[in-house]
Nanobody, 117 residues
Framework: QVQLVQSGGGLVQAGGSLRLSCAAS????????MGWYRQAPGKQRELVAG?????????ADSVKGRFTISRDNAKNTVYLQMQMNSLKPEDTAVYYC?????????WGQGTQVTVSS
């Protein structure tokens, strides 16, 4: 089994910052890519940022220059973070961490990010 536990998020004013974290543990085999997705009300889930096992990153155009994804490996646990700066009201959504390994996709429980104008 694979467990993804998210923390962080919350309510912030426009222009503020938040940090999301995700701890992935369990039977994870050969991670291909990890990432953060978000889903706003009435919209489809979208990729916000991703990072490969080799450290290559990619970002949605809407967050480039404002969000930074990173990962750290520890014994039996992989930590995924995302620093979100200069937040905008349109960043409001539920954010999910994702791990893709040889067996498929795993998702965190989701965390609400609300940016007030």
């Amino acid at each position: 089994q694979v467990q993804l536990v998210q923390s962080g998020g919350g309510l912030v004013q426009a222009g503020g910052s938040l940090r999301l974290s995700c701890a992935a543990s369990g039977s994870i085999f050969s991670i291909n890519v990890m990432g953060w997705y978000r889903q706003a009300p009435g919209k489809q889930r979208e990729l916000v940022a991703g990072i490969t096992s080799g450290g290559r990153t990619n970002y949605a155009d809407s967050v480039k220059g404002r969000f930074t994804i990173s990962r750290d490996n520890a014994k039996n646990t992989v930590y995924l973070q995302m620093q979100m700066n200069s937040l905008k009201p349109e960043d409001t959504a539920v954010y999910y961490c994702n791990v893709n390994d040889l067996r498929g996709d795993y998702w965190g429980q989701g965390t609400q990010v609300t940016v007030s104008s």
